[in-house]
């Protein structure tokens, strides 16, 4: 295994009244044998309640499908043919995006899906955010998975069977090819179920618009996913199943926490870990942030659990030009580590690899439903989850609640338990962040991100106890390496 992410515990700051009355669903026992499925309707037919017995150890949630994808060829004969056969395929060129997209899926995050999408998979996807099984069950998939192509590539391929997938120096990274049926297409005027001996490479109509409104809910301009990936992208796509050649690797000194669900799960056995609850963030650790992890750990422990881990998993793939870069989020994580706000007994820092697509309460089931196939069966989830500035109005895109109740009612997350955090602001009469106590409003005072990058531009510090020093330093420096000259930088008003 890839030598071990740096991983830590938090310390207890606030306790919090009966923690299980905050829980969307209701948490499996400890030492559960079984994974409920609970009966599920979707747009396309009733499914039948089934159970299906857990195989993993130490308790950790089965993956969707029953098994983790593993889509990377073994070192040996098999990976130099791959390479071999790639010289000799039409080949397709893949953006950074695309790179990452292939990451996902060969490592199963995606778990069951094998490739980029087909057609059926993809319109499962954009209308009922899930995907049916072959045995008829359901698992959740709120986020297409697709590679887009352009005309003079869709003529290049022409009934060509095996696709070679390259990078930016035309480097082989994988083979895109026809293989055995994952999932069953559903006619829905006969209602029957129809499979195939094999799947081939299948190239269908990419409809923007549809994929843009039905994944974001708007077409306005600006959306920072769509400008980046669907915008200029080819007006096909082309779905099929992967063999990747090796395991991708970005050679940016953080490779080392870019754990796969298998070694994720492998870490949760080593550590003998009874329940596993993820955490995702885009953002720098605050103090806040502490007290969330540290609460929700305790409150597992009050139920029963005996060694809860937090899986702290920064989204490490595309995010828009205003986000503070991976590198420098992973070196403020370090200091929070150094500075001793979090420990590494109970805690696993990890980088999640998938691209921010900002689709609000749509994207945040694909960010719980990839936690899954790593292994957590609890799901932290905060306000506004995956969620913007509307891209042309004064407003945010989102209900800033609407990502919990989705979570809630999301087909195929059943069996992940959901855990809404309570807001936290800092306390002007404790000096620390704690929860926002509805009663003694004028104690608070909440710092939005805008108002943290503000202060950090300007070299200011935040209130004592809301992130510690050495984790503000870092920031403070990013802002300082994309600043303009001292001599032309004019300090910026900080909002109120």
Same mark, same amino acid.
């Given at each position: ?5 740096a ?24 030492? &559960?044998l ?5 009966? $599920? ?10 159970f ?29 043919? /791959? ?7 039409? %080949? ?18 995606? !778990? ?16 009922f ?7 008829? !069950? ?14 003079? %590539?869709?003529?290049?391929?022409? #009934? ?5 997938l390259v ?8 083979? /895109? ?9 559903i006619?829905?005027?006969t ?10 490479i ?32 080819? +007006? ?18 953080l ?21 596993? *609850? ?12 502490a ?16 060694n ?23 070196? %403020? ?20 690899? &998938? ?7 749509t994207?945040? $089931?694909?960010?719980?439903k ?13 306000? #506004?989850p ?10 945010? /895109? ?17 069996k992940? +338990?959901?855990l ?14 704690? *929860?926002?106590?509805? !009663? ?5 005072? *909440?710092? !939005?991100g805008?108002?943290?990058?503000t ?5 200011? +510090? ?9 984790g ?25």
């Amino acid at each position: 295994m890839a030598s071990m992410a740096a991983a830590f515990v938090v310390k207890s700051l606030t306790p919090a009244s009966n923690p299980a009355h905050n829980l969307i669903h209701p948490p499996l026992l400890p030492g &559960s044998l079984h994974i409920r499925r609970r009966l $599920q309707t979707t747009a396309a037919a009733p499914l039948r309640a089934t159970f299906a017995p857990a195989t993993a150890s130490c308790s950790l949630i089965e993956p969707d499908g029953g098994r983790l994808v593993d889509l990377v060829a073994p070192e040996g004969p098999a990976r130099d043919a /791959l390479r071999r056969e790639a010289a000799r395929c039409p %080949q397709i060129r893949l953006s950074r995006i695309d790179l990452e997209w292939v990451h996902v899926l060969s490592e199963g995050w995606a !778990s069951p899906l094998g490739g980029f999408m087909r057609e059926a998979e993809f319109l499962q996807t954009l209308h009922f955010n899930c995907l049916r099984l072959g045995d008829g !069950s359901v698992v959740n998939m709120s986020v297409p998975i697709v590679l887009a192509i352009d005309d003079a %590539q869709k003529r290049a391929i022409g #009934d060509r069977r095996r696709v070679a997938l390259v990078d930016a120096r035309d480097r082989p990274v994988a083979i /895109l090819s026809e293989s055995a049926p994952m999932f069953h297409s559903i006619d829905m005027l006969t209602k029957m179920v129809y499979s195939w001996p094999c799947y081939s490479i299948e190239i269908y109509k990419h409809n923007k618009e549809e994929r843009i409104a039905r994944t974001w809910g708007t077409t306005a301009p600006g959306l920072p996913y769509v400008q980046e990936a669907i915008a200029k992208a080819g +007006n096909w796509l082309i779905g099929g199943d992967l063999e990747v050649i090796e395991r991708v690797k970005y050679n940016d000194g953080l490779d080392q926490y870019r754990l796969s669900p298998g070694e994720l799960r492998a870490e949760f056995a080593r550590r003998n870990a009874d329940a596993v *609850f993820a955490f995702q963030l885009r953002n720098p650790v605050h103090n806040g942030h502490a007290l969330l992890m540290t609460d929700t750990r305790r409150r597992l422990l009050e139920m029963g659990y005996k060694n809860p881990v937090l899986l702290l998993h920064p989204l490490g793939g595309y995010t828009k030009a205003d986000d503070v870069p991976l590198s420098w989020r992973m070196k %403020q994580h370090e200091k929070v580590l150094e500075d001793g706000v979090l420990n590494p007994e109970t805690t696993v820092v990890a980088i999640f690899p &998938s691209p921010m697509h900002y689709a609000g309460p749509t994207e945040v $089931q694909w960010h719980a439903k990839s936690r899954i196939n790593a292994g957590a069966n609890f799901y932290i989830v905060g306000r #506004d989850p995956a969620g913007m500035s509307h891209p042309v109005e004064k407003r945010d /895109l989102y209900d800033a609640d609407h990502g919990k109740k989705v979570l809630s009612m999301a087909p195929g997350l059943q069996k992940l +338990n959901i855990l809404p955090f309570k807001v936290a602001a800092y306390d002007k009469t404790q000096k620390k962040m704690a *929860f926002f106590d509805p !009663s003694r409003p004028d104690d608070f005072l *909440f710092i !939005s991100g805008t108002k943290m990058r503000t202060l950090a531009k300007n070299r200011e +510090n935040p209130p004592d106890g809301f992130m510690c020093p050495g984790g503000w330093k870092v920031l403070v420096d990013y802002y300082d390496s994309v600043a303009p000259p001292e001599a032309n930088k004019l300090r910026e008003p900080v909002p109120a």
